[in-house]
Nanobody
Framework: QVQLAESGGGLVQPGGSLRLSCAAS????????MGWYRQAPGKQRELVAG???????NLADSVKGRFTISKDNAKNTVYLQMNSLKPEDTATYYC???????????????WGKGTLVTVSS
């Protein structure tokens, strides 16, 4: 069974930095796209950053210039480096990955359980 496990969330002051990690585990043949979403209380889940298998990245306009997404294929891990954090970045951050279990089965989306990021003084 495929699992995504996030880590790195916590409380940080405005202007501070955090680095989120998400590791995929289990039995699978290939990871395609990976990404980070976030959901603040009372708001819809939104895409923060994505990275393709070929390392093409995209970032939400609200985090451009502050957040960076990267991955380590050998570790099946995606990272989100968050700098210059603002109170409006406060949310639960979820890892997402498009994973192929076997070549004969269509790839499916998997989600982590989320990690809370709180930006407050």
């Amino acid at each position: 069974q495929v699992q995504l496990a996030e880590s790195g969330g916590g409380l940080v002051q405005p202007g501070g930095s955090l680095r989120l990690s998400c590791a995929a585990s289990g039995i699978f043949s290939k990871i395609y796209d990976m990404g980070w979403y976030r959901q603040a209380p009372g708001k819809q889940r939104e895409l923060v950053a994505g990275i393709t298998r070929d390392n093409n990245t995209n970032l939400a306009d609200s985090v451009k210039g502050r957040f960076t997404i990267s991955k380590d294929n050998a570790k099946n891990t995606v990272y989100l480096q968050m700098n210059s954090l603002k109170p409006e970045d406060t949310a639960t951050y979820y890892c997402n990955a498009l994973i192929e279990i076997r070549s004969t089965i269509r790839a499916m989306n998997y989600w982590g359980k989320g990690t809370l990021v709180t930006v407050s003084s």
